[in-house]
């Protein structure tokens, strides 16, 4: 079994920082990526994920938003500035785990945290 868990969330005023972390723990064998999505009333989308020498950003979090990742300790940061009201969501952490070397991959999600900004 495979956990997630997220930390960081709550209630800040537009223009301000949050710092959520996540850590993976249980029987991991290697993570090939890791990352955050978020999801307000309707689906979830990707916010930010590294992994593979890559890092991608949703476009409407370019420039304000910085993902971080200590592959030793299995975690992932994800730094928020110039937070706005639409940036409002239940945030998840996500990682792709292979249980066993040479194994597949599969995606396991955290319980998700809330971030709200609002004056």
């Known amino acids: 079994q495979v956990q997630l868990v997220e930390s960081g969330g709550g209630l800040v005023q537009p223009g301000g920082s949050l710092r959520l972390s996540c850590v993976a723990s249980g029987s991991i064998a290697s993570i090939n990526v890791m990352g955050w999505y978020r999801q307000a009333p309707g689906t979830r989308e990707l916010v930010a994920a590294t992994?593979?020498?890559?890092?991608n950003y949703a476009d409407s979090v370019k420039g304000r938003f910085t993902i971080s990742r200590d592959n030793a300790k299995n975690t992932v940061d994800l730094q928020m500035n110039g937070l706005k009201p639409e940036d409002t969501a239940v945030y998840y952490c996500n990682a792709r785990v292979s249980t066993r070397y040479g194994g597949p991959y599969y995606s396991y999600w955290g319980q998700g945290t809330q971030v709200t900004v609002s004056s």
């Open positions: 992994g593979g020498g890559s890092t």
